[in-house]
Nanobody, 130 residues
Framework: QVQLVESGGGLVQPGGSLRLSCTAS???????????VGWFRQAPGKGREGISSISKSAGRKYYADFVKGRFTISRDSAKSTVYLQMNNLKPEDTAIYYC????????????????????WGQGTQVTVSS
């Protein structure tokens, strides 16, 4: 059974940076590379929203408009880890951040589609506050 683990969250001041990591436990580490990965977040009182997605080859990357230029998604096959580098964080970035896996290739029209993601982590809290 796949278990995803997000890490790297915490409290940061506005303008600061964090790097989130997504790994899989109890799972053949090499198999994580067979999945496309997405990052989502859910702020208090709001629905979950898509932030970014990366294909298994890293050849396709998608970003929500509200994070373009500030967040960068990447993956390290050697470490079987997907990262979300978050720079210039704003108070409105405060949320629980989740990573998720999908087998279908994400496209421009459906990378946010939560129904396409079969496995989800428990999330990591990111709080941006002075």
């Amino acid at each position: 059974q796949v278990q995803l683990v997000e890490s790297g969250g915490g409290l940061v001041q506005p303008g600061g940076s964090l790097r989130l990591s997504c790994t899989a436990s109890r799972f053949d580490p090499f198999e994580l590379d067979a999945y496309h990965v997405g990052w989502f977040r859910q702020a208090p009182g709001k629905g979950r929203e898509g932030i970014s997605s990366i294909s298994k080859s890293a050849g396709r990357k998608y970003y929500a408009d509200f994070v373009k230029g500030r967040f960068t998604i990447s993956r390290d096959s050697a470490k079987s880890t997907v990262y979300l580098q978050m720079n210039n964080l704003k108070p409105e970035d405060t949320a629980i951040y989740y990573c998720a896996l999908r087998t279908s290739l994400p496209g421009a029209s459906d990378w946010r589609d939560e129904g396409e993601y079969a496995y989800w982590g428990q999330g990591t809290q990111v709080t941006v506050s002075s």
